[in-house]
Every structure is written in structure tokens, then in C-alpha cells.
């Protein structure tokens, strides 16, 4: 039975969601399984990938031919590199001690670049906050500063209309006042 290690869509329209399982290569995508394997999920930034990485290992010790997506995915996760040492180890070519050292420095390296992946996007997500923060207090400052040159404008051109209104009220009092004395 030709065994292939693909993926299974799961999820809704527009926010998928992937299992990882080793199939029957004469099964539907989305059909019978042998066994699932792991997890994808694309929406999240990174991908969030879970694997086992024993059944994987064990499964393409089998024969299973993974997907191309699927190889991808398996190459990620350091499932490939593992089969290749084991090779490697079954060969005599290294000790499994020796493979197993490769296959852990590979992974914290693996795993070091992913955080500085996700950190470098999460300051970048804080930093472009916070330039839209400084940017919207500018914009508010801007207008408090409008405002209060609109309201000192206002009250300047009331002023003189005021003390003019006073000064040609005066001398028609003064007039007033000289014809009723008259």
C-alpha cells in the first residue's frame, strides 16, 4: 500500500487549518488516515506547526513519500534531517549519540531564529503603535493649538467692535445730552 504523508484541510472558508497525517495515496484529501502526525496552522505569523516527530521519522523510515508542502513542513520540524542521520547511524557512518547531538544543536538553532523571527515582528507591531500614537497626539495637538488661535481671533475681533460701539455711543450721548440742555 503506497503510504503518502500530506495534509488534511480543516478549518473554515478563508481560515484554514491542516492536519498533518500519513495516508493511503489511493485515499480522498480529506478522507481516511492511517495516522495524524501533527498540526499547521498558516493563519498565525509564524506558522504554528506541532509534529510528532517519532511517528514521522518512523513513517518515512517506512517508504511514506511525503507532499511537496508536506516536505517542506517535515524539513522545518528537522523530521528530514533525523531520518538522514538515523541513515546515517544504521550505516555506520556515525554513532547515535553523535546524530542525536547534530539533530539537538539543529534544533536550538532552528528554534532561536524562529523567536528572533516572532520578536522581530512583535517590536515592529510596537513600533509602528506607537508612531501611530505619536503621530495622532501631533494631529491633537495640532487642532487644541487651532482652536485656541481660532477662539483668541474671535475674541480679538469682538474687542474693537466692542470698544468702538462704546466710543460712537459716547459722543451721541454727548449729542443727546447738549440738545436736551438746548
Request: proline share 4%.
Amino acid at each position: 500500500m503506497p503510504v503518502k504523508i500530506r495534509l488534511q484541510r480543516h478549518g473554515k472558508k478563508g481560515k484554514p487549518f491542516y492536519w498533518v497525517v500519513a495516508a493511503d495515496s489511493r485515499s480522498k484529501r480529506d478522507g481516511k488516515f492511517l495516522e495524524k502526525l501533527g498540526t499547521y496552522n498558516p493563519n498565525t505569523n509564524p506558522a504554528t506547526i506541532e509534529l510528532n516527530l517519532d511517528s514521522a521519522v518512523q513513517w518515512l523510515h517506512n517508504g511514506a513519500q511525503p507532499t511537496d508542502t508536506a516536505r517542506a513542513i517535515l524539513s522545518y520540524k528537522g523530521a528530514l534531517l533525523k531520518h538522514h542521520l538515523d541513515g546515517g547511524v544504521r550505516k555506520g557512518a556515525l554513532t547515535q549519540e553523535q546524530a542525536d547531538e547534530k539533530l539537538a544543536k539543529w534544533l536550538d538553532e532552528k528554534t532561536a531564529k524562529i523567536e528572533g523571527k516572532s520578536k522581530g515582528l512583535s517590536d515592529a507591531k510596537a513600533d509602528a503603535k506607537a508612531k501611530a500614537l505619536e503621530a495622532e497626539k501631533k494631529v491633537n495637538e495640532d487642532r487644541i493649538a487651532a482652536a485656541k488661535q481660532a477662539e483668541a481671533d474671535a475674541a480679538a475681533a469682538e474687542a474693537p467692535v466692542a470698544e468702538g460701539e462704546e466710543a460712537a455711543a459716547e459722543p451721541a450721548n454727548e449729542e443727546n445730552s447738549e440738545e436736551t440742555q438746548a
